[in-house]
């Protein structure tokens, strides 16, 4: 369900602390900037206390700060320019060198909204896919590429069939005899990509397993996934944060590798004999 959060805010307002309307002003002139906010960095800006922000998502009827900016989200993420988060990062972070460790410190909050958020039941559901799986396809784009590169190389040790699938022109190809027991594995953030969507949505069609790993529940991966793992991505920068999706990714491998550790064992061995014969590492 869409709901306006301009119109909550503009009609709670009479009621409003001196704290609060602070907020509301902020964010009604800047929304953009605040779609990418984590509480501590709202606050800051504002000049109010953390507690402060959290009270006031919950005032306006959300179950907290999460849930208010993904609705802040929804309206303004998509729109919003690499030129714009530059600008963004300036206000956010600031020029001096006390102000570094910041960056620092959205990473470790989006490693811990991650594990709050994380489903454990849809975790293990997807190490059951990529255990049964025929193929193993991981589909991402552009900066997302990077993560789909990290997973393939690891996933390729363990599964026999791994493909990356990081251009559709070049790619569709190996699309051609997708089946039901083939498994799609999705990468995307804000913003999405579309040719990620695309590929994963004829996954869909095709009837094969589809695993999401994006940002949140309101990513178009969603309404193609069997299975969604949600990390969260976001940081007031030019860039994404994939600390927290690789770290996700991280204990997909582990726990994959964990549950096939008989026959992956002894592929391990073997891989260490050819890298011991061609003197692989230093």
């Known amino acids: ?12 307002m009479p009621e409003m602390s001196k704290s609060y309307k602070k907020i509301s002003q902020y964010i009604l002139k800047k929304p953009n900037e605040v ?32 849930e208010f900016q993904e609705h802040i989200q929804a309206s303004v993420q998509q729109k919003l320019t690499t030129t714009e988060r530059l600008q ?3 206000e956010v972070y600031g020029q001096e060198d006390q102000d570094i460790p910041n960056v620092l410190s ?30 193993v396809y991981i589909v991402a784009n552009r900066s997302a590429a990077a993560l789909g590169l990290f997973m393939h190389y690891y996933l390729e040790k363990m599964v026999d069939q791994v493909k990356m699938l990081d251009s559709i022109e070049k790619d569709a190809d190996l699309l051609y005899d997708l089946r039901e027991e083939d498994l799609v594995i999705g990468i995307s953030y804000s913003r999405y990509t579309k040719s990620t969507v ?8 095709k009837g094969a397993m589809t695993i999401a790993l994006t940002d949140g529940m309101l990513s178009p991966l969603i309404q193609y996934a069997d299975v969604t793992l949600t990390a969260e991505s976001q940081m007031p920068a030019f860039i994404d944060s994939f600390v927290a999706p690789l770290s996700l990714i991280n204990a ?15 592929k391990l061995n073997k891989l260490d004999d050819v890298w011991d014969r061609f003197d692989v590492f230093y």
């Open 1 to 12: 369900m869409d709901i306006n959060v301009y119109k909550i805010i503009y009609e709670k």
């Open 35 to 66: 779609s990418f906010l984590n509480v501590g960095q709202l606050a800051k800006v504002v000049n109010v206390s953390d507690a402060t922000v959290v009270r006031f998502a919950v005032f306006l009827g959300f179950s907290g700060y999460p």
């Open 88 to 90: 963004m990062s300036d």
């Open 106 to 135: 959205g990473d470790i909050e989006n490693i811990q909204m991650t594990m709050k958020n994380l489903n454990i039941k849809d975790f293990r559901k997807a190490t059951g896919y990529l255990l049964k799986a025929r193929n």
């Open 198 to 205: 695309d590929i994963f949505s004829y996954a869909k069609e």
């Open 252 to 266: 997909l491998i582990i726990y994959t590798a964990k549950e096939k550790k008989d026959g992956f064992n002894e």
